[in-house]
């Protein structure tokens, strides 16, 4: 796992961003900032639409989508016919769920603190005969692999669970995991939306049958995108029963009568794709591989200690991994009200998140530690303005 650097050159993407002129931005895991480059990129598309109309898709559209599941690829270490676009994570989740067979193995494992719509995909089959169970955190923080074992057995077609928690930072040991899935003949399937972009991931690595992630947070690349990735092992024989005419083999025959899905990991893309957002998505993924992954990581996570530690000496108790190499650029403080902090925050121009109980700050490589001595004493100003009050 890389470590914590300063990576001081990296502070000259801040140009990128015109909203980090104007406010702290600390709130990265809701959203990234806009950049320069993504602005453009919608720019450029708007111009070919201009110019071409219809045949904005033969005049660089198509390109563009191309070029999208290629910046994907490279990210999670995938082969580029292994990478599908989706609207949105939800959308690539409820292809995959609709192709797996639940006759003869009918669990789906999850644990309990994943982001609810990976739940949603297999509850919404539980009127199918499917039994969703969830592994639980004992601390609210971490996930010990060794929870999965005791519910991952031979009636288990697949797990399902996070990369890194959106609820505590903690990146999830998902080899691990992986293994006891694999042992028992269950499919792996990671949500990497609050990973890619700020953690390394290798889908080889991790031996991962499946992955979701998308473009709005750590990618910089806005809503309206989100990606697929599907072994290839597992191409040939997957067979969503969801489908649409993007997925087909000859999407221009407009054959009515018959079926044929791609061979490539495209077969569960469904309608036309939102062409703004996968310009803008380019251009937020085209930074982070320029920045390179684990130069962002290293920075991000010299930036994360640095806020943990701030937030510690004021005596706060702060919900992330002990270990500096298993956080992530999450930071959850408890906090009473949190939202009354983040709205007097947003008075002072600071941008930050909150949660019941929670106020989530969140650090990207474009930050400084200026910025987080700035945030942390403008809360500590907050709470003893409301101690008076
Ligand atoms: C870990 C994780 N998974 C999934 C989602 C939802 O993705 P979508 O809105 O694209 O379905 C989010 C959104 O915040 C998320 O943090």
Redesign the pocket.
């Known amino acids: 796992m890389p470590l914590a650097v300063e990576h001081p050159e990296l502070l000259t993407y801040r140009d990128e961003f015109p909203l980090l002129q104007r406010k702290t931005y600390l709130n990265s895991?809701?959203l990234g900032a806009l950049s320069q480059r993504s602005m453009q990129g919608m720019a450029r598309f708007m111009e070919v639409w201009n110019e071409w109309g219809a045949h904005a898709w033969y005049h660089g559209w198509m390109d563009e989508i191309v070029q999208a599941r290629k910046n994907f690829a490279s990210l999670i270490g995938a082969q580029v016919h292994e990478v599908a676009i989706?609207?949105?994570?939800?959308?690539?989740?409820s292809s995959i769920a609709s192709a797996l067979d639940y006759n003869t193995r009918k669990k789906v494992v999850l644990s309990n603190m994943?982001?609810?719509?990976?739940a949603y995909q297999w509850l919404a089959k539980e009127r199918l005969g499917v039994e969703c169970r969830f592994v639980k955190s004992p601390d609210g923080i971490y996930m010990p692999p060794d929870l999965f074992a005791t519910e991952i057995d031979n009636q288990t077609a697949l797990v399902a669970t996070?990369h890194?928690?959106?609820t505590s930072g903690y990146i999830q040991d998902i080899r691990s995991v992986a293994d006891i899935a694999h042992k028992n003949g269950a499919y792996m399937l990671v949500?990497?939306?609050?990973?890619t972009g700020q953690i390394p991931i290798n889908v080889n690595t991790l031996d991962v049958d499946f992955l979701?992630?998308?473009t709005?947070?750590w990618l910089l690349g806005g809503?309206g995108l989100?990606f697929v990735y599907i072994r290839e092992g597992l191409l040939p024989s997957l067979a969503p029963t969801i489908a649409g005419w993007f997925g087909h083999r000859d999407q221009f025959q407009f054959r009515v009568d018959e079926l044929i899905f791609r061979p490539e990991a495209t077969k569960v893309e469904m309608g036309t794709p939102a062409m703004a957002a996968v310009y803008a998505a380019n251009g937020g993924m085209d930074i982070v591989l320029e920045a390179s992954v684990k130069s962002i990581c290293e920075r991000t996570r010299y930036l994360t200690n640095d806020l943990i530690a701030r937030a510690r000496e004021r005596g706060w108790t702060v919900r992330a991994p002990q270990e500096p190499d298993l956080r992530s650029s999450i930071v959850m403080i408890e906090l009473d009200e949190p939202q009354e902090i983040v709205n007097a925050l947003i008075a002072r121009n600071i941008v930050v998140d909150s949660r019941p109980g929670l106020l989530r700050i969140s650090p990207y490589f474009y930050n400084t530690i200026e910025e987080n001595a700035l945030v942390i004493e403008a809360i500590a100003e907050i709470l003893e303005q409301k101690k008076k009050a």
């Open positions: 895991w809701a989706a609207p949105s994570v939800s959308a690539a989740l994943d982001f609810p719509t990976l996070s890194v928690y959106y949500d990497d939306y609050q990973g979701v992630s998308g709005l947070k809503p989100a």
